[in-house]
């Protein structure tokens, strides 16, 4: 399998996790079906099947993560000499010139990406059309709506 870019950010955030489901709520799960066990008939006792089931997506969840973590590239972006080039993990401030609405976003890897914290994925027609360029250039982004033009202002090594 390729390597999947992850900012070094992304990867303690999943790093703190996965430590956190293997050294709190593995041990934890595991007192509660043992608790569970001990009231005796298995296939009518409800908290044992909860708790059964909160331990397999516990154990799914830290399999999924080590997967990633196993397939990441990471790349810190504050070891990398700003030179105004956007690239992945850089922050860029834009300038909408249709609208003259201002807008910043932070190019991450898949897992990372969340809209709502201007984190967009390398992979979105946005963050394509941007790296690669740097200050002063304009970036022509696809959308549904049409061709939306945008001004690299800023970008940053965060």
Same mark, same amino acid.
């Given at each position: 399998m390729d390597k999947v870019?992850?900012?070094? %950010? =992304? /990867?303690?955030?999943?790093?703190? /996790?996965v430590d956190r489901l293997k050294q709190i709520e593995r041990p934890r799960i595991i007192k509660e079906i043992a608790?569970?066990?001990?009231? =005796?008939?298995?296939? +009518? @006792?409800?908290?044992?099947?909860?708790?059964?089931?909160?331990?397999?997506?516990i154990e799914g969840r830290i399999a999924d993560i080590e997967g990633k973590l196993n397939h990441a590239h990471v790349i810190d972006v504050t070891?990398?000499?700003c030179t105004g080039r956007v690239i992945f993990?850089?922050? !860029?401030?834009?300038? @909408?010139?249709d609208t003259d609405e201002k807008i910043v976003y932070q190019i !991450?890897?898949?897992? /990372?990406?969340?809209? #709502?914290? &201007? #984190?967009? &994925? !390398?992979y979105s027609p946005i963050a394509r059309a941007l790296v690669g360029k740097q200050? =002063?250039?304009? %970036?022509?982004?696809?959308a549904p709506s049409g061709t939306i033009e945008y +001004?690299?202002?800023?970008?940053?090594h965060l």
């Open positions: 870019p992850m900012t070094a %950010a =992304g /990867e303690k955030t999943l790093r703190i /996790e608790t569970a066990r001990a009231q =005796g008939d298995l296939r +009518e @006792n409800a908290e044992y099947q909860y708790a059964k089931e909160e331990q397999g997506f070891l990398i000499e993990g850089t922050t !860029v401030h834009l300038l @909408n010139l !991450v890897g898949d897992d /990372e990406a969340d809209l #709502k914290i &201007s #984190k967009i &994925s !390398v200050v =002063g250039d304009v %970036a022509l982004v696809q +001004e690299i202002c800023l970008v940053e």
